[in-house]
T-cell receptor, first 114, second 114 residues
Framework: GAVVSQHPSWVICKSGTSVKIECRSL??????MFWYRQFPKQSLMLMAT?????????EQGVEKDKFLINHASLTLSTLTVTSAHPEDSSFYIC??????????FGPGTRLLVL | KQEVTQIPAALSVPEGENLVLNCSFT??????LQWFRQDPGKGLTSLLL?????REQTSGRLNASLDKSSGRSTLYIAASQPGDSATYLC?????????????FGTGTRLQVFP
């Protein structure tokens, strides 16, 4: 079946540094990918929709200059958290549409900013 | 703005019990509703998807129903097992296109103890 991978699975960084998270569709192409953020014991909140070859669409309240999204190919989208701060510590999950109405979710990336 | 709420937020039951998880949404103009399972620190696994024209879907010990007009869905788990312990999320979609975003509920954390 279709698989979406994320790398890294977890990352710890110092405050002020930038962190890049990759989302790959392994055996299918995805012109659209979604990035979600999940705080502890809370639900998934959509951050942005990543579009291959064009700018991402950000949800209200999400800073596009802080969360940079690049969707340079049909199988790869990246989320870069710039100048990360402790409040950015969260679980980041991506998804990609598959066949029909299905979306396939990545395993998530846990970010801890010290 | 669509809001999706799940009740209860947490549930702890002994093995063998039959369970009902509830999901409610404020805008009935949905195309489909999905139930997902999320294990701690992991991504999402799709359990059941109900189209707005359907009333229920079944998979093994799981049965999901949808009452679109009242903005409600329930997930019924029969004969619960410790392996069912996870967070259960419902999500709605406005369109039939899997490139459209999902709006997630607040989640129910389920613990089934032996």
């Amino acid at each position: 079946g279709a698989v979406v991978s994320q790398h890294p699975s977890w990352v710890i960084c110092k405050s002020g540094t930038s962190v890049k998270i990759e989302c790959r569709s392994l055996d299918f192409q995805a012109t659209t990918m979604f990035w979600y953020r999940q705080f502890p014991k809370q639900s998934l909140m959509l951050m942005a929709t990543s579009n291959e070859g064009s700018k991402a669409t950000y949800e209200q309240g999400v800073e596009k200059d802080k969360f940079l999204i690049n969707h340079a190919s049909l199988t790869l989208s990246t989320l870069t958290v710039t100048s990360a701060h402790p409040e950015d510590s969260s679980f980041y999950i991506c998804s990609a549409p598959g066949t029909g109405v299905t979306q396939y979710f990545g395993p998530g990336t846990r970010l801890l900013v010290l | 703005k669509q809001e999706v709420t799940q009740i209860p937020a947490a549930l702890s039951v002994p093995e063998g019990e039959n369970l009902v998880l509830n999901c409610s949404f404020t805008d009935s103009a949905i195309y489909n509703l999905q139930w997902f399972r999320q294990d701690p620190g992991k991504g999402l696994t799709s359990l059941l998807l109900i189209q707005s024209s359907q009333r229920e879907q079944t998979s093994g010990r799981l049965n999901a129903s949808l009452d679109k007009s009242s903005g409600r869905s329930t997930l019924y788990i029969a004969a619960s097992q410790p392996g069912d312990s996870a967070t259960y999320l419902c999500a709605v979609s406005r369109t039939p296109y899997n490139t459209d975003k999902l709006i997630f509920g607040t989640g129910t954390r389920l613990q089934v103890f032996p």
